[in-house]
């Protein structure tokens, strides 16, 4: 349903202008209309505030029964040089972060000590000086929405799960699902690579791999708009990639919509190797480009899920995943495509 032939969409993109009609014939959303139909149209401004700020979002999560990563400390105002090192003194691994960035900017993570020092997963050092001017460039708003001043959250590091060790490089994959009026309707799992710098972002490099709704296998991936069938540092095989725990993952970003109100919001996930899939942060303004890494459009899904009746959307979290998962299965998988 809704696949698109992504050769041809390519062809169009390098060939500069593509007109709204092509991507609609193509089944492909683009911005005008998600901003105009979905987010406009589902999403109330009031409810913004859940998602813009990833402490409100920590604390309507916990409301609502949704894992989360451990919140160490949050400083609202501008700590004082004592406070920050008491908070960071005694741990070994850390992240610290604007409450309102966006983009992934001013997110420190901390995995190792080195004497007074602290090592980021690239090994570079960073010392404690580095550490405070970090959280007051923060709280100067540097990071954050708008630049107005901000608050900095300090958490605990993940203690991410294995499986996808060799799948990303110097950074931790995290996977996007986009939920609309409570019902998953397509994810992609975000690696970092070396020309990523480690971070999960694909306009800077990172790969998108598309998730089967149905399976929780890829079922494709791209590295800045290339079809691609390896990791391209570790050389590793995505048609090998299963996401475990792939119906609870679900099940968690399905419950972002009662949790935020939100009628089109995109949920941020990462697989802790104990508690399972916790929540990272929600968004409600995700952006496209996982038509891309699925080789998918969303119009036709959405128009899909629009297209029901109120009795249809009165579903239980359960309900909508399995609606989903049977609903948006993928054509074929990487793992099939190769074989």
Same mark, same amino acid.
């Given at each position: 349903?809704?696949?698109?032939?992504?050769?041809?969409?390519?062809?169009?993109?390098?060939? *500069?202008?593509?007109?709204?009609?092509?991507?609609?014939?193509?089944?492909?959303?683009?911005?005008?209309?998600?901003?105009?139909?979905?987010?406009?149209?589902?999403?109330?401004?009031?409810?913004?505030?859940?998602?813009?700020?990833?402490?409100?979002?920590?604390?309507?999560?916990?409301?609502?029964?949704?894992?989360?990563?451990?919140?160490?400390?949050?400083?609202?105002?501008?700590?004082?040089?004592?406070?920050?090192?008491?908070?960071?003194?005694?741990?070994?691994?850390?992240?610290?972060?604007? /409450? !309102?960035?966006?983009?992934?900017?001013?997110?420190?993570?901390?995995?190792?000590?080195?004497?007074?020092?602290?090592?980021?997963?690239?090994?570079?050092?960073?010392?404690?000086?580095?550490?405070? !001017?970090?959280?007051?460039?923060?709280?100067?708003?540097?990071?954050?929405?708008?630049?107005?001043?901000?608050?900095?959250?300090?958490?605990?590091?993940?203690?991410?799960?294995?499986?996808?060790?060799?799948?990303?490089?110097?950074?931790?994959?995290?996977?996007?699902?986009?939920?609309?009026?409570?019902?998953?309707?397509?994810?992609?799992?975000?690696?970092?690579?070396?020309?990523?710098?480690?971070?999960?972002?694909?306009?800077?490099?990172?790969?998108?791999?598309?998730?089967?709704?149905?399976?929780?296998?890829?079922?494709? /991936?791209?590295?800045? *708009?290339?079809?691609?069938?390896?990791?391209?540092?570790?050389?590793?095989?995505?048609?090998?990639?299963?996401?475990?725990?792939?119906?609870?993952?679900?099940?968690?970003?399905?419950?972002?919509?009662?949790?935020?109100?939100?009628?089109?919001?995109?949920?941020?996930?990462?697989?802790?190797?104990?508690? *399972?899939?916790?929540?990272?942060?929600?968004? /409600? !303004?995700?952006?496209?480009?996982?038509?891309?890494?699925?080789?998918? *459009?969303? !119009?036709?899904?959405?128009?899909?899920?629009?297209?029901?009746?109120?009795?249809?959307?009165?579903?239980?979290?359960?309900?909508?995943?399995?609606?989903?998962?049977?609903?948006?299965?993928?054509?074929?998988?990487?793992?099939?495509?190769?074989?």
């Amino acid at each position: 349903m809704g696949r698109f032939n992504f050769n041809q969409f390519l062809a169009k993109l390098r060939g *500069g202008f593509v007109s709204p009609f092509a991507l609609r014939r193509l089944g492909v959303l683009g911005m005008n209309a998600r901003n105009v139909h979905y987010i406009a149209r589902y999403n109330d401004r009031d409810l913004y505030p859940i998602v813009d700020d990833k402490l409100n979002t920590k604390r309507a999560a916990r409301r609502h029964g949704i894992r989360v990563p451990e919140l160490i400390a949050a400083f609202d105002s501008q700590p004082s040089r004592r406070r920050v090192l008491e908070v960071i003194e005694p741990l070994w691994q850390f992240v610290i972060k604007p /409450a !309102r960035g966006s983009g992934g900017k001013g997110i420190l993570v901390v995995v190792g000590r080195e004497g007074e020092n602290y090592l980021k997963p690239s090994g570079a050092m960073v010392t404690k000086e580095d550490v405070l !001017r970090h959280v007051s460039n923060i709280h100067s708003g540097l990071y954050s929405l708008g630049g107005k001043p901000d608050r900095v959250m300090v958490e605990a590091l993940v203690d991410f799960d294995p499986v996808f060790d060799k799948y990303s490089f110097e950074g931790v994959p995290d996977i996007r699902v986009i939920v609309f009026r409570g019902f998953p309707v397509m994810a992609m799992l975000r690696c970092s690579t070396h020309s990523s710098d480690g971070k999960a972002n694909l306009h800077q490099g990172a790969v998108g791999v598309g998730i089967d709704l149905a399976t929780g296998k890829s079922c494709h /991936a791209v590295q800045r *708009g290339l079809r691609i069938s390896r990791h391209p540092d570790t050389e590793m095989p995505f048609g090998e990639l299963v996401v475990p725990g792939w119906r609870d993952l679900l099940r968690l970003a399905s419950s972002c919509y009662e949790m935020t109100g939100l009628g089109y919001l995109g949920c941020d996930i990462v697989l802790d190797r104990k508690r *399972g899939p916790l929540l990272l942060e929600a968004n /409600a !303004r995700p952006g496209l480009a996982i038509q891309v890494a699925n080789g998918v *459009g969303l !119009r036709t899904r959405l128009k899909h899920i629009e297209a029901m009746d109120l009795e249809q959307l009165e579903k239980s979290v359960e309900e909508r995943v399995n609606y989903s998962m049977q609903e948006f299965a993928a054509v074929r998988t990487l793992e099939q495509k190769s074989a």
